[in-house]
Every structure is written in structure tokens, then in C-alpha cells.
């Protein structure tokens, strides 16, 4: 069992930056975020980033070089920060983790324990 929540979700303008927290404790290999957009269904979550125990990174393209993923396994948390803001990054940022084989890193189905989102709006 791992238990999953996420915190740091706010209203910013384009630009801006925030930095999401997310705690997973218990057995996990990885964890990672996912954003799910005004309107769309929980299966059109898209994966944003991940974060392997041994520290590799994967990023969406659409984030890659705006938001950096980083863990403190001491503390089982792990972090989102995002700069540069865009209107398109607004959705609720859910945090996921289980035991991932990260070749599919990007598929839901990998990630048996989830949060219960932050809120996060970009506004032009």
C-alpha cells in the first residue's frame, strides 16, 4: 500500500512558476505526475513526468526544459517544479506511484496508487 497526496496547486499567470509536493510513502519504485485537462475523462490523463527511486527522469515533451521533476527519498516526497506557465498547462495534476516498468512510463496503467489532484490554472 502506498499512500498518495498532493499538494502546491494555485492560480498563476502565463509565465509564472509553482511547485507541486506530492508524499507517497510505502513500497514503490517510482512515482510521477499526471494533468488531466478542463473537460477531458480521467482516461485522457496525460503523463507529464516521473522519477525512478534511482533518480531518472522522463518528461513529456510539451514540459521538457519548463518543469523539473526531483525526489527527496528520505522524506518519500516528490516534487514538481514548473516554470514558465502556459495557459495549456492548466488541469488538476494528479500524483501517481507504484512499481512502474518505465519503458511505459507515460501509460496509467502502470501506476497503481494515486492522489486526489491539485488544482493548477494558467491564466493568458
Known amino acids: 500500500q502506498v499512500d498518495v497526496a498532493e499538494s502546491g496547486g494555485d492560480s498563476v499567470p502565463a509565465g509564472g512558476s509553482l511547485r507541486l509536493s506530492c508524499t507517497a510513502s510505502?513500497?514503490?519504485?517510482?512515482a510521477g505526475w499526471f494533468r488531466q485537462a478542463p473537460g477531458k475523462e480521467r482516461e485522457e490523463r496525460e503523463a507529464?513526468?516521473?522519477?525512478?527511486?534511482?533518480?531518472?527522469?522522463f518528461y513529456a515533451d510539451s514540459v521538457k526544459g519548463r518543469f523539473a521533476i526531483t525526489q527527496d527519498n528520505a522524506e518519500d516526497t516528490v516534487y514538481l517544479q514548473m516554470n514558465s506557465l502556459k495557459p495549456e498547462d492548466t488541469g488538476m495534476y494528479y500524483c501517481?506511484?507504484?512499481?512502474?516498468?518505465?519503458?511505459?512510463?507515460?501509460?496509467?496503467?502502470?501506476?497503481?496508487?494515486w492522489g486526489q489532484g491539485t488544482q493548477v490554472t494558467v491564466s493568458s
Open positions: 501517481a506511484a507504484g512499481f512502474i516498468l518505465f519503458s511505459e512510463w507515460t501509460s496509467m496503467s502502470q501506476y497503481t496508487y
Open positions: 507529464v513526468a516521473t522519477i525512478a527511486k534511482d533518480g531518472r527522469t
Open positions: 510505502g513500497y514503490r519504485n517510482g
